[in-house]
């Protein structure tokens, strides 16, 4: 587990493994992202959302790379940024 981004590290590591599409019937990420939103508390999105700015403001200038050198995930993601947008609106829904 990445000390600096443990949250981050879940849902990337636990939640999109390179079994997630048999583990939740589908290979659909915002069905899987919107599990992981109700599966934590708020007190996890929180820090998630934290880690998720921390990520983003230390490697802007080159965030896909580090992502993929950081988390080394089983699966591809299209688009990094995109991908940690998609977290943060789903969390910022969820947390109101």
């Known amino acids: 587990m990445h000390e600096d981004y443990p949250h981050l590290d879940?849902?990337?590591?636990?939640?999109?493994n390179q079994d997630y599409?048999?583990?939740f019937g589908t290979d659909d990420i915002e069905f899987v992202l919107d599990f992981y939103v109700k599966d934590n508390s708020a007190e996890c999105l929180h820090q998630l959302i934290q880690?998720?700015?921390?990520f983003e403001f230390k490697y802007a200038d080159c965030l896909e790379e580090a992502f993929y050198k950081t988390f080394d995930p089983d699966i591809y993601f299209d688009d990094v940024p995109s991908f940690l947008g998609m977290v943060?609106?789903?969390v910022q829904k969820q947390l109101g």
């Not at 879940?10 to 999109?16: I, M, R, T």
């Not at 880690?51 to 921390?54: H, K, S, T, V, W």
Request: hydrophobic share 45%.
């Open 10 to 16: 879940q849902l990337v590591g636990a939640y999109f």
């Open 88 to 90: 943060k609106k789903k």
């Open 21 to 23: 599409d048999l583990f």
């Open 51 to 54: 880690e998720i700015a921390d």
